[in-house]
């Protein structure tokens, strides 16, 4: 299951955005009580006196305490948004602070597209560096440093059991800097309407401990092995001779396109396209021949192939784990 909770934060950032709105909340049950006892009691006490309709409010001595409630309430009020001012400030603060959580971290470059994330690891020199896309793996307990960025309109990247929402703006770099506390599947979603398919830009999340990151990472970053039989082999042909090739990329391949994802791993990846659409050879056939009607708006242009063709291309892709 992945969870999609802000208040089941697993993240540094989320557990402090937690604590904030249950304070708030909390004080905010008391006072909405204390006002409307106040106001019953009020209106009993005003029934009680008979007072004819419109006729003007004359306090006796019996009122006298009257004004000091009155005093004393609004003392209280400035102290509680006092308290609450101070509290949003210090979650503000820690949520902000691009330094924390300290250590050493693992710096991931996401580049929002209409409508999908490039991911890029940081680590390692330039033209070696891992990239993949929509599924992304951290280390739980290490920091994580995402900088942010857009190639064309504005997107806003949101985990709601890791962190709050940053946005990502076309020619400016936004740092989201939260670790993750266990284990698991966190759902994300871009959260700023960015065109057609805003809602199909979507992404995972996978935190594992340390050795299994390593792992993971060493896998991704091989290149594409040689196709094993000849379907394989068929299927890799006609991924570099098709129009495939001119906007994704395939590692150890002639596929060197960069408009699309790169697809080096794209047997394992758990979803197609950003969707909710699993990545099963059916769906992936539906896919690449009519992309519009899966993903109307996306830029993925249908293509045409014998079916041959296309059953030895989704073998292909799904062997490319
Ligand atoms: Cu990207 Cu909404």
């Given at each position: 299951?992945?969870?999609?909770?802000?208040?089941?934060?697993?993240?540094?950032?989320?557990?402090?955005?937690?604590?904030?709105?249950?304070?708030?909340?909390?004080?905010?049950?008391?006072?909405?009580?204390?006002?409307?006892?106040?106001?019953?009691?009020?209106?009993?006490?005003?029934?009680?006196?008979?007072?004819?309709?419109?006729?003007?409010?004359?306090?006796?001595?019996?009122?006298?305490?009257?004004?000091?409630?009155?005093?004393?309430?609004?003392?209280?009020?400035?102290?509680?948004?006092?308290?609450?001012?101070?509290?949003?400030?210090?979650?503000?603060?820690?949520?902000?602070?691009?330094?924390?959580?300290?250590?050493?971290?693992?710096?991931?470059?996401?580049?929002?597209?209409?409508?999908?994330?490039?991911?890029?690891?940081?680590?390692?020199?330039?033209?070696?560096?891992?990239?993949?896309?929509?599924?992304?793996?951290?280390?739980?307990?290490?920091?994580?440093?995402?900088?942010?960025?857009?190639?064309?309109?504005?997107?806003?990247?949101?985990?709601?059991?890791?962190?709050?929402?940053?946005?990502?703006?076309?020619?400016?770099?936004?740092?989201?800097?939260?670790?993750?506390?266990?284990?698991?599947?966190?759902?994300?979603?871009?959260?700023?309407?960015?065109?057609?398919?805003?809602?199909?830009?979507?992404?995972?999340?996978?935190?594992?401990?340390?050795?299994?990151?390593?792992?993971?990472?060493?896998?991704?970053?091989?290149?594409?092995?040689?196709?094993?039989?000849?379907?394989?082999?068929?299927?890799?042909?006609?991924?570099?001779?098709?129009?495939?090739?001119?906007?994704?990329?395939?590692?150890?391949?002639?596929?060197?396109?960069?408009?699309?994802?790169?697809?080096?791993?794209?047997?394992?990846?758990?979803?197609?396209?950003?969707?909710?659409?699993?990545?099963?050879p059916a769906?992936l056939a539906r896919w690449i021949v009519?992309?519009?009607?899966?993903?109307?708006?996306?830029?993925?242009?249908?293509?045409?192939?014998?079916?041959?063709?296309l059953?030895?291309?989704v073998?292909?892709?799904?062997?490319?784990?």
């Amino acid at each position: 299951m992945y969870l999609h909770d802000a208040l089941a934060p697993a993240g540094s950032d989320a557990k402090s955005l937690a604590l904030l709105w249950w304070v708030f909340l909390t004080i905010s049950l008391v006072v909405y009580a204390t006002v409307i006892t106040a106001l019953v009691l009020a209106i009993r006490r005003a029934r009680r006196r008979r007072l004819p309709a419109g006729s003007p409010v004359q306090l006796t001595d019996r009122d006298a305490p009257a004004g000091k409630v009155v005093a004393a309430a609004l003392g209280l009020t400035t102290l509680i948004l006092l308290g609450m001012l101070t509290t949003e400030l210090v979650v503000g603060r820690a949520v902000l602070d691009e330094s924390q959580p300290e250590g050493d971290a693992v710096s991931i470059r996401v580049t929002a597209q209409q409508f999908w994330w490039k991911l890029e690891y940081e680590d390692g020199p330039p033209g070696q560096r891992l990239v993949t896309a929509n599924e992304l793996f951290v280390p739980v307990g290490r920091p994580v440093e995402l900088r942010l960025q857009s190639s064309d309109v504005i997107h806003s990247f949101w985990l709601p059991a890791l962190a709050g929402k940053r946005d990502l703006i076309p020619g400016n770099e936004n740092t989201l800097r939260f670790s993750v506390l266990r284990p698991g599947d966190y759902e994300g979603q871009c959260a700023e309407f960015c065109g057609y398919q805003h809602a199909n830009m979507r992404l995972i999340l996978t935190a594992m401990d340390g050795p299994a990151f390593e792992a993971w990472k060493t896998a991704q970053l091989a290149e594409a092995g040689a196709p094993a039989t000849e379907e394989l082999q068929r299927g890799q042909w006609v991924f570099e001779r098709s129009s495939c090739a001119l906007c994704h990329a395939v590692r150890g391949t002639a596929a060197r396109g960069t408009v699309g994802p790169d697809l080096t791993h794209f047997g394992s990846r758990r979803r197609i396209a950003a969707t909710p659409l699993r990545n099963t050879p059916a769906t992936l056939a539906r896919w690449i021949v009519d992309p519009q009607r899966l993903k109307p708006g996306s830029r993925m242009p249908a293509t045409a192939l014998a079916p041959d063709d296309l059953r030895a291309l989704v073998a292909w892709l799904g062997s490319l784990q």
